[in-house]
């Protein structure tokens, strides 16, 4: 369960507040793969970072029985200046959660080779993401925030990555950011659509699907 109580976030843009969440009251559902939809810059992200914990909001706040991941795919989960190897145990300690296993699923999944014990600031873009994705995947969480990041490298890899999270979500929730109504349809149930710093639930995915695309229209 995760509710949000009087949640509002803003933001100075040009000498003018733009206002992106607006005094939510709702509470989203447990046990289902949320679609968080809406058109760019609408504040998806900035919901997603807030639900993580990583963004404040200015004003309400949010309730939830279970254990939250950070944005899959946000740069800010890994340190440049630590090793892939030391990211993880990082992570473990913070999460709780056993070091060697979670140690041995990262260098398994994200396929590092000798670049898991090498600064991440070495690392390509698609390095971090595959280290970033294997951290998240690697920790059992209730709920999975994904921010449009479930394409991972090539072909085969992708496949992996999919396969990984579709188990994860058998027995967790997910609320998924993605411009992909293909991606959306493959992975989530439910829908909510973000529009004009308020949100919409839509327990039909089709509906917040059409919605949306009204939106953007």
């Not at 190897?85 to 992570?91: D, E």
């Amino acid at each position: 369960m995760i509710r949000f109580e009087n949640l509002s976030k803003s933001f100075w843009l040009k000498g003018r507040r733009k206002v992106v969440i607006d005094n939510l009251n709702l509470t989203l559902p447990t046990g289902t793969s949320l679609a968080l939809l809406g058109r760019n810059g609408a504040g998806k992200s900035t919901l997603l970072s807030i639900i993580a914990g990583t963004l404040a909001p200015d004003t309400g706040r949010i309730i939830t029985d279970g254990a939250i991941s950070w944005p899959v795919g946000f740069g800010g989960a890994i340190h440049g200046e630590l090793t892939g190897a030391q990211n993880c145990r990082f992570v473990a300690r913070i999460y709780g959660v056993e070091t060697e296993e979670l140690m041995q699923f990262v260098r398994h999944f994200a396929e590092l080779g000798p670049h898991f014990h090498m600064p991440v600031r070495t690392y390509s873009s698609g390095m971090k993401s595959r280290l970033s994705f294997g951290l998240s995947m690697g920790i059992k969480f209730d709920t999975y925030l994904i921010d449009e990041a479930t394409a991972v490298g090539d072909a085969r890899f992708n496949k992996k990555s999919r396969a990984v999270f579709h188990s994860r979500v058998k027995n967790a929730s997910a609320i998924m950011v993605s411009h992909s109504m293909s991606q959306v349809r493959q992975f989530c149930d439910t829908g909510v659509v973000l529009n004009k710093g308020r949100l919409e639930y839509y327990p039909d995915l089709e509906e917040a699907i059409a919605r949306h695309e009204k939106l953007v229209s």
